[in-house]
């Protein structure tokens, strides 16, 4: 085989080379960082704390195939005697966010929480990628738990509105977002802060149009 043939077929290797591990870049880069959980904890809004929570969207996303990231979920919690209070946006990183289809969900935490992200019912999917159901679906789910305001805050309204910080089946109530951007209350569009449940209760979560679910974010 003569020179110039050799670096002809150099050439090529090395482009295929390039082009394969741009495509494995460009995957890694757009891996899931974001879904809602396909199941909430089973007793309502008693997560188990924000610790439970958090290991909850760990376990799924793992579950799901997910490696090497650090997962949070998307919740606020009110202060008490032993700490502060705990904000939403605080605990999730800084994005960019892709759901399980590599579709690109928010590019920074300051455009999650603006009318530039790009959630609703065809983007915000469970961590197996699936459409979780909303308005006009049976069972409606869309109520997603958060305990926070439209800028991922905690609500301080002076009511109990995390459910005892995520601890309780009984007392209080969750502020709860609607995922696919419908509905009623206060902020009918609003992913993260429509309006407070009937109860703590997985019957009352239910009852008001939601089953426990909560959001979860990759942090790196």
């Not at 020179?3 to 899931?32: H, P, W, Y």
């Not at 199941?39 to 290991?55: E, H, P, T």
């Not at 961590?127 to 800028?151: C, F, K, M, Q, W």
């Amino acid at each position: 085989m003569n020179t110039k043939r050799l670096l002809t077929c150099a050439a090529v290797i090395a482009a295929s080379t390039f082009g394969a591990t741009n495509a494995q870049d460009s995957e890694a880069d757009n891996a899931m960082s974001f879904f809602i959980t396909s199941v909430g904890s089973g007793d309502g809004a008693n997560l188990g704390g924000l610790a439970g929570a958090d290991a909850h969207c760990q376990n799924l996303a793992q579950a799901a195939g997910s490696r090497g990231k650090t997962w949070r979920a998307y919740l606020s919690a009110h202060a008490t005697e032993e700490m502060a209070a705990i904000d939403a946006r605080d605990r999730i990183g800084f994005g960019p966010w892709y759901n399980a289809r590599g579709v690109e969900v928010a590019s920074t935490l300051n455009a999650l929480h603006s009318d530039f992200m790009n959630l609703g019912k065809e983007n915000s999917l469970d961590e197996n990628g699936n459409t979780v159901n909303g308005r006009g679906d049976t069972p409606n789910e869309h109520d997603i738990l958060t305990g926070s305001t439209l800028a991922g805050n905690t609500v301080d309204d002076g009511d109990n509105q995390t459910c005892n910080n995520w601890t309780s089946n009984d007392s209080g109530s969750a502020h709860v977002g609607h995922f696919d951007r419908q509905g009623g209350g206060a902020n009918p569009t609003s992913w993260n802060s429509a309006h407070g449940s009937r109860g703590c209760s997985q019957a009352n979560l239910v009852a008001t149009g939601g089953a426990g679910y909560f959001y979860c974010f990759a942090t790196n």
